[in-house]
């Protein structure tokens, strides 16, 4: 019974560790693509940022230095951001979600 417990705790760490830099990153990525048109070139730099951030915590390099160099892009060169942006967001997108090894999925009302 302990084993199944440390398990299933051990899956749920590790989905709240998806949810936390992921998911996040996902959404604020998300926020400020939809809204750079009223977002200064400095606010969009430092959500890029953290945006970042939040994927080398991850451990997603690659999505974590093409986001890096979006931030240093958005403060000189829009078109530059938006290419290195839409590629981060590309590698972003190739990862996978981690699901239960049960293979089950759950239901929380």
Known sequence: MEISRKKLRDEVLKRAKYVRTCVLARELCLLVRTNRAVLEPKDVHEA????????????????????????????????????????????CGEARRPTPKTGKATYVA
């Open 48 to 91: 890029c940022l953290h945006i970042s951030d939040l994927c080398k915590e991850q451990g997603c390099e690659e999505p974590n230095e093409l986001c890096r160099k979006a931030a240093e892009a958005a403060l000189t060169d829009e078109k530059n951001y938006l290419e290195l942006c839409a590629q981060s967001c590309q590698k």
